[in-house]
């Protein structure tokens, strides 16, 4: 088995973050300050625990490639996308993700940590996908579900080990 972390946040994901904790910290800081009612803390209160429910659930830690196939490992939980299921996979620009996939929305958690769920696309129809970043992607083609799209620290090297495997 070969480990792959996820990759750093581009600087626009890491910007968007910090951003977005400035939701729950207004309402928690906010009431205190203004003299407004208690049940904005409480407001805060459920969007931290929004917050760390992203970071558990659907924020993976790492990517493992094995015989088994890729595992998408997160703080709560893994998720094993089977090698039988595995075609290919390549590397991908945004440039030519937005070529040959146009337009996109996601569905999911977006801008806390990066992107995670489902991605719907003009041209390719829906993709998992779990990025930290806005380029050098991965994308891992599957026979039976949707791709995976996902930037770990190394693609590169992930796609080499994966395409050892799928050949082999």
Known sequence: MTSFPLAPMSP???WMTVALFGIPLAFLVLPT??????PLAGVGLAVLALFAAIWIWWRPTRFEVSAEGVRIVFPGRGRLVPLQD???CRLVSSTAF??????AMRIGAGGL???F???WTAKGGLLDFYISRTDDFLLIERRSAPHLLIT?????AMAQAIEALVRG
């Open 12 to 14: 626009l994901i890491r």
């Open 152 to 156: 770990p620290e190394r693609p590169d």
């Open 113 to 115: 940590w990066g992107g």
């Open 86 to 88: 595995v075609s290919g």
């Open 117 to 119: 769920g489902w991605l």
């Open 33 to 38: 300050a203004s003299g407004a009612p208690p």
């Open 98 to 103: 937005k070529g040959e996939f146009g337009w």
